[in-house]
């Protein structure tokens, strides 16, 4: 079994930055693509920005310039730094991996999801 675990979401004012983590654990032999997801009341969920293993990166066109996908493969973590956040940047973010367990199948996982309010 493999766990993704997020961490950084928050308060922040619009204008403001956080900077969200996950770490990936369990029986995993190597991991494709991580990224980040988020999805606000009463919208879908959304994708906002991957990596893949070798280091390409897909952003949304709504987050472009503003956040950076990040990961550390020796760390199996993905990070994304939100920079000028905006109150419609507002939503739960969750984390998503693509990840190939060391019996060999690949599998798709989600975090938890934390939570990012953009108000003054």
């Known amino acids: 079994q493999v766990q993704l675990v997020e961490s950084g979401g928050g308060l922040v004012q619009p204008g403001g930055s956080l900077r969200l983590s996950c770490v990936a654990s369990?029986?995993?032999?190597?991991?494709?693509?991580m990224g980040w997801y988020r999805q606000a009341p009463g919208k879908q969920r959304e994708l906002v920005a991957a990596?893949?293993?070798?280091?390409?990166?897909n952003y949304a066109d709504s987050v472009k310039g503003r956040f950076t996908v990040s990961r550390d493969n020796a760390k199996n973590t993905v990070y994304l730094q939100m920079n000028s956040l905006k109150p419609e940047d507002a939503a739960v973010y969750y984390c998503?991996?693509?990840?190939?367990?060391?019996?060999?199948?690949?599998?798709?996982?989600w975090g938890q999801g934390t939570q990012v309010t953009v108000s003054s």
């Open positions: 998503n991996a693509d990840v190939r367990l060391t019996t060999g199948f690949l599998y798709n996982y």
């Open positions: 369990g029986t995993i032999f190597s991991i494709n693509t």
């Open positions: 990596i893949i293993s070798g280091g390409s990166k």
